[in-house]
């Protein structure tokens, strides 16, 4: 029979069912900071979380002890494609982009930011609630078509940090947010906007958009509804700053009231943060220490090249070498634990034997001592015919007294085994200090004896007291 399962297990959604192999193929992010950063670098990194919804760690907790390698482990098993690394010196403040396991990384520099709550405060309606980061965001790119790998390298790691949309089975309503990076090709900056998305029906008045919306107007200033209808027969106001360029005919039927099917419909973007301005700094080939692909500032000859990668062909040798040697250490120090416990077995093994013929011993000892019983038969036997008790000597046998000599000896066998084991855990040292104490109480004997031949005892003959004197 299995083990049975406890009730948290039972009611585990998700032990109990597998996950879909398309939740397993989308792009998982890791969002940490590292090194010594102020509080609002930590809210920068939980808005960035944010953005990354549902397809990262939300609540990760990172602690100082930790390094990359412990996020490297577990990412294999979690599905980990992205580590996305917030770090700040006296200087600026760093983004670094890794794709996991083996790089590349991208750094880039932040050269100012807005935090979520500061860019949801300014605007006059929020627009903020949990179902909007239920879904991934769709990502939209301008500008990003430019020469070099490094602009290409850029994009497709963009690109690859959010989940791919399958247009014939993408739902509309599952589209709520949208990621907007722009590059300015003349200053190399990127600018990072995160947005919401909203329907709104065209070609609706104020009045008819709130009874459509299932808002409860206010007809205390109407004789009849018509005339809260026909009010006005113009748009509202924010309708007419619609641009038309942004209406759309709905091909699904929308969340929100009013947006039905084959109606024509206008897409707004509501600003949710954060906002970065980001500019590429480094492309390195590996994870955080690999070769530098691309650097924006500094410049290097060939030469350069060449003698930073012996350089780091020399380190990685180095610690491939302290490697090997730290697992020989390891290897020798269990071959010696290994040595020393069966040494200790043996030692187990010899002493359970001991005990075993000491047993032997004493229960032969034992049989001798009862097939000596016919002793006194013979004494009994001189009492009838002689009439006298006999000797307490005289019907000793032989037997017993070897019976007596083995116990004596089994005893003393015994006696010197315990003192062979007792010095045995004594050091050379020990030996010495017991020799040397026994040296001086030697000498301390011999002092008092002869100032005990010295001393002599007079008897006051008044008084009947005794006082004792030396005599020197």
């Known amino acids: ?133 239920q879904n991934a965001p769709l990502i939209v790119m301008n500008s990003f078509s430019g020469e070099g790998l490094h602009m290409k390298l850029m994009a497709s790691m963009f690109q690859n940090m959010f989940p791919t949309i399958n247009i ?130 500094i410049e290097k000859t060939e030469e350069e090249k060449l003698l930073v990668k012996k350089k780091r062909e020399g380190k990685r040798k180095l610690k491939e070498k302290r490697k090997k040697i730290q697992e020989e250490n390891t290897k020798r120090k269990s071959q010696k634990k290994e040595e020393l416990k069966q040494k200790s077995l043996k030692g187990m093994h010899r002493r359970s034997e001991n005990e075993l013929e000491m047993h032997k011993a004493l229960a032969e000892s034992k049989a001798d001592a009862d097939s000596g019983e016919d002793d006194d038969d013979d004494a009994e036997w001189y009492r009838k015919e002689v009439g006298q008790d006999p000797q307490r000597d005289l019907f000793d046998s032989v037997s017993q007294r070897q019976n007596k000599r083995k116990l004596s000896s089994i005893s003393l066998a015994h006696k010197r085994q315990k003192v062979e084991g007792n010095l045995k855990y004594r050091t050379k040292n020990e030996m010495n200090s017991t020799i040397q104490n026994k040296s001086k109480n030697k000498q301390k004997f011999s002092r008092v004896g002869t100032v005990q031949k010295n001393k002599f005892i007079k008897r006051s003959v008044f008084g009947g007291k005794t006082s004792m004197k030396n005599r020197h």
């Open 168 to 297: 014939t089975k993408v739902k509309l309503s599952n589209i709520r947010r949208c990621v907007l990076l722009n590059y300015n090709v003349s200053s190399k900056i990127i600018d990072f906007r995160h947005y919401a998305i909203k329907a709104v029906p065209v070609g609706l008045s104020k009045g008819v958009k709130k009874l459509v919306q299932s808002k409860i107007p206010n007809l205390g200033q109407f004789e009849d509804i018509s005339d809260f209808i026909t009010k006005s027969g113009q748009l509202s106001e924010s309708e007419a700053e619609d641009d038309p360029g942004s209406h759309v005919t709905l091909p699904q039927k929308m969340p929100s009231r009013g947006n039905l099917v084959s109606t024509q419909s206008a897409l707004r973007l509501i600003e949710i943060g954060p906002r970065l301005t980001l500019q590429l700094m480094k492309i390195e080939e590996g994870l955080l220490n690999g070769e530098v692909l691309f650097h924006e500032i």
């Open 1 to 133: 029979m299995g083990k049975k399962k406890g009730r948290s297990v039972k009611n585990n959604i998700q032990a109990n069912t597998e996950e879909p192999e398309e939740l397993k193929r989308a792009p998982h992010s890791f969002v940490i900071h590292r090194g010594i950063i102020g509080g609002d670098v930590i809210e920068l990194t939980k808005d960035f979380r944010k953005v990354m919804e549902p397809f990262t760690a939300s609540s990760l907790k990172s602690r100082k002890n930790n390094v990359i390698k412990d996020f490297v482990s577990v990412a294999g098993l979690l599905h980990v494609s992205h580590l996305c690394i917030f770090t700040s010196t006296e200087l600026a403040t760093y983004l670094k982009i890794s794709r996991l396991p083996q790089g590349p990384t991208l750094t880039f520099w932040v050269h100012n930011y807005s935090l979520a709550r500061d860019v949801i405060s300014a605007k006059k309606k929020q627009y903020v609630f949990e179902k909007l980061y």
